[in-house]
């Protein structure tokens, strides 16, 4: 794909989820696409490596949770992958202050590189389980907005994410086309957690079939201090 048709098809498909790119920003998603097809020829990092697929089900879908984080607030992605939602989201919104988590070292290596090529401020990528850095006092109860993408199942989700959100932030759960279960499974931990259900919003990303949730939910109380448990346990023993 040459850059200009990369750039009238990311064009498109951003305005039909009411987002504006600027010139930069085209430019910068368009460094980061090359950056994640170059480094996943070495380290598995994607499945979905054709560019109008990239575009759709990385960019967009990252886009997608802009509209529900207010301006100069703090945000974690926890899970974050090769970067998705995170570093989508700094590209079109360079006013939120982002911390990337992934348990994988060469992962960390490529978001650390493309935070640099790509030209990014106030964004970092760290190396870490996720249950460590719920413990952690530098971190814990810190963050605004929690994300994470297609990371676990959401009753043992909830326990990575609403430690690190304040008291009166919220965590943002992006999730399949179906999630009803997940959901119903999940309520327990989000009440022990310090969590309330704020919405679940349906949607299909544009020009496809692809369906997806994101649940929000709000931190309505502090998480009590025995939780995130020790790593591997809410995986093998969801709170319920």
Sequence with gaps: ??????????????????IILQEKQIE???????????????????????????????FIDSFTISKYITEKTSLIDVGTGAGF??????IIRPDIDIV?????????NFLQETIQKVKLKNIKAIHAR????????????????????????????VEYMLPLS?????????????VDEELNDAKCAINILGGKVEKIEKFVLPDSEIGRNIVIIDKVENTPNK?????????????S
């Design 100 to 108: 990337l988590v992934d348990s994988l070292q060469k992962r960390i």
């Design 28 to 58: 910068q998603l368009w460094e980061y696409m090359h950056l994640l097809l170059n480094w996943n020829e070495k380290i598995n990092l994607t499945a979905i490596t054709e560019p109008r697929e990239i575009i759709l089900k990385h």
């Design 166 to 178: 304040k008291k009166c932030g919220k965590i943002i759960c992006m999730k399949g086309s179906n």
């Design 130 to 157: 996720i249950e460590e850095i719920g413990k952690d006092k530098k971190y814990r109860e810190k963050f605004d907005y929690v994300t994470s993408r297609a990371v676990a199942n959401l009753s043992v989700l």
């Design 227 to 239: 939780y995130p448990r020790k790593p591997g346990m809410p995986s093998k023993q969801p709170i």
């Design 1 to 18: 794909m040459e850059f200009e048709e990369f750039r009238e098809d990311i064009i498109e498909k951003a305005k039909k989820i009411q």
């Design 85 to 90: 939602p995170g570093i989508p989201l700094k």
